[in-house]
């Protein structure tokens, strides 16, 4: 395997990076912060890998994402830069995240400031996305005017790769993650609606909901709204750890971009009406010019109108859309939700903070390490899941955990977003955040703006500088502060961020899919922007 085949390191601090360079796009100066990784390592870490997993479920995260590997491609900003925020039309900023853009500009250097001003930018964009949002649930409005077509791609885009479900990745067999419509198989003891669901099972779990949508209609001309389900996750996934050449990896998705332009409902309005959900990160379809990670999917001009909804947004691109990752819970109704609130609302916790995780020793920037650290060294409060030691992997006993804690520790991976952030979520953990990359600048329609409502920010800064006690700063958070997150997280959140079961009817909730489909819907009918 030739090192120079797979991704090359750039950075432990993906978006921190991507910042950079969108500042320093017009600077001469050129980095040489690549490296090539050994393929011994490779295959150590492969064999790792399979000797102390049990594979996948919530230690698959750190096995896949391992930082060696998951160096995905950070530049969608960089060749093509988006556009400067349209001042004529100023975006009204909320102040929560001043702090935030301080703490950034700490030294009050160029760099700083201009990546201060790139924080605000992405702040701006995000209030665009929230500003498209419905008013409210359209559960019982007609239909008229709101229909919704769902392409039948040749299986070669879709059911195909599920077929390949034991070659996608070389080291195990996805199929058991497959069943079941996507959700994987079931897990009987946390209640009636969990499942071993995979973290990038979003493509199939979303298809099948989306099939059953009460406003699809199976005649494109009567449609407005276009959904196409092509499984772009999945195909990009079989290539992430194999030895081929860049046009193999863009190949589906190019063929799919021309089927797509054969349809007259695409070409009618250019792509604007028609939706993608891609259950990867954008940076996976986003390589940049010279590496090897990823496709190119999502850099072709013709991908740029329609809206792509991602478990990690590109943080420039307003047609991007992050949406929660799949969890383990996919209720079936109102009930269940409530059966689950009744569980988790005001249960007695018995640990303070719990930090479910392991160490990324390759990366000096982590703050993962540091982290550790202060939970061992605090015990009575802390409660460390060493992830390394498969303490993850069965997704059961990492739930009850987070159900038995106040506070969950998530600072970022490999990319800035980790599905463990909706896990302690559902679990009415809540959760403690680094980077403002991992849940705020991600969700606009899943999470409220003001994340004090939700979570307790600790500039990973402050960590890395030695400037805080994290576990002492969660101590001194009130009890009736801690109470209220709570409620919010549980009562309030948690209803919209599952992905309920494909037969699933909410009456008094809406889950994560009818936010989506509510508001493309509303915004289809208001006019494509
Ligand atoms: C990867 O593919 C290239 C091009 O086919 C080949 O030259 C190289 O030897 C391959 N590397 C490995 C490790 O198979
Ligand atoms: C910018 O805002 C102005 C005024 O609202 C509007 O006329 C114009 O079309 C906008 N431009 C873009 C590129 O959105
Ligand atoms: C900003 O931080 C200061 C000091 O930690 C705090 O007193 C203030 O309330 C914070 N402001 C906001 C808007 O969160
Ligand atoms: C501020 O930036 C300058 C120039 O980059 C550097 O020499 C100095 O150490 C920095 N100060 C702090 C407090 O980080
Ligand atoms: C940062 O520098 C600018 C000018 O270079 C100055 O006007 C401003 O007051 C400085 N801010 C801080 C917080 O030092
Ligand atoms: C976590 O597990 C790994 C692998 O077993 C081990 O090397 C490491 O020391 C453990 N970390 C802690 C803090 O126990």
């Given amino acids: 395997m030739a090192p120079s085949s797979f991704p090359r390191r750039r950075t432990s601090d993906p978006l921190h990076q991507a910042i950079r360079d969108q500042i320093s796009t017009s600077s001469t100066k ?33 096995c896949i994402s391992s930082p060696k590997l998951d160096l995905y491609c950070i530049s969608g900003g960089l060749s093509h830069p988006p556009l400067p925020p349209n001042t004529s039309n100023p975006i009204t900023l909320n102040h929560i995240d001043d702090n935030i853009s301080k703490f ?20 701006e964009r995000l209030n665009i996305i929230r500003s498209w949002a419905s008013d409210g649930p359209t559960a019982g409005k007609s239909c008229d005017g709101r229909r919704i077509f769902v392409y039948d791609l ?27 419509e996507g959700k994987g198989e079931r897990i009987s003891n946390l209640g009636p609606s969990f499942y071993r669901t995979h973290q990038y099972s979003l493509e ?42 860049v046009e193999t990896k863009d190949m589906l998705g190019l063929e799919l971009v021309q089927w ?39 850099m072709m001009d013709e991908m740029k109108a329609p809206y792509k909804f991602l478990i990690e947004r590109q943080p420039w691109e307003v047609r991007d ?50 982290l550790i650290e202060n939970c061992v060294a ?20 990492l739930i009850m955990s987070f159900t038995d804690s106040e506070f969950c520790l998530q600072p970022p991976g490999d990319s800035p977003t980790r599905k463990s952030v909706f896990d302690s979520l559902i679990s009415g953990c809540i959760p403690v955040l680094f980077d403002p990359f991992t849940a705020y ?24 500088h030695g400037k805080v006690d994290v576990v002492e700063r969660l101590k001194s958070v009130g009890y009736e502060e801690r109470k209220e997150m709570r409620r919010f997280i549980v009562y309030e959140l948690m209803p919209g961020l599952v992905y309920g079961d494909s037969s699933s009817e909410f009456v008094r909730f809406r889950d994560a899919f009818g936010v989506v489909m509510d508001n493309m819907m509303d915004l289809v009918t208001k006019g494509v922007r």
Wanted: proline fraction near 5%; glycine fraction near 6%.
């Fill in 30 to 62: 050129t980095k040489s912060s690549t490296l090539s990784i050994s393929p011994t390592f490779i295959l150590l870490l492969f064999l790792t890998i399979w000797c102390t997993s049990t594979l996948l479920s919530s230690s698959f995260h750190i």
């Fill in 104 to 123: 950034i500009v700490m030294n009050n250097s160029t760099e700083e400031t201009e990546r201060g001003n790139a924080y605000k930018i992405v702040r």
């Fill in 154 to 180: 040749p299986p070669k885009f879709n059911r195909d790769l599920l077929s390949q479900c034991n070659n996608l990745l070389p080291w195990t067999n996805l199929c058991n993650y497959f069943v079941n």
């Fill in 204 to 245: 199939l779990i979303f298809h099948s909901r989306i099939l059953k949508h009460p406003c699809r209609v199976l005649e494109p001309n009567n449609a407005k709204l276009f959904y196409v389900p092509f499984y772009g996750g999945l195909d990009i996934l079989r290539w992430h750890f194999s030895n081929v050449s």
């Fill in 260 to 298: 797509l332009e054969a349809q007259n409902s695409w070409t009618k309005n250019g792509g604007r009406d028609h939706m993608f959900v891609l259950g990867k990160i954008s940076w996976d379809f986003r390589r940049r010019e010279g590496d090897s990670w990823g496709s190119n999917f999502l």
């Fill in 321 to 370: 859309v992050g949406i929660p990752h799949p969890t383990h819970f996919h209720p079936k109704g109102d009930s269940d939700v409530v059966e689950w609130q009744n569980k988790i609302g005001w249960s007695g916790r018995k640990n303070l903070v719990t930090f479910a995780g392991a160490a990324r020793p390759e990366q000096v920037e982590s703050i993962r390490s540091l």
């Fill in 378 to 397: 605090n015990s009575d409060d802390c409660r460390f899941l060493n992830c390394s030691s498969g303490a993850c992997s069965t997704p059961d006993k």
């Fill in 441 to 464: 600048y991600q969700y606009p329609w899943h999470l409220p703006e003001d994340h004090r409502k939700y979570s307790v920010f600790i500039d990973k800064e402050e960590v890395r």
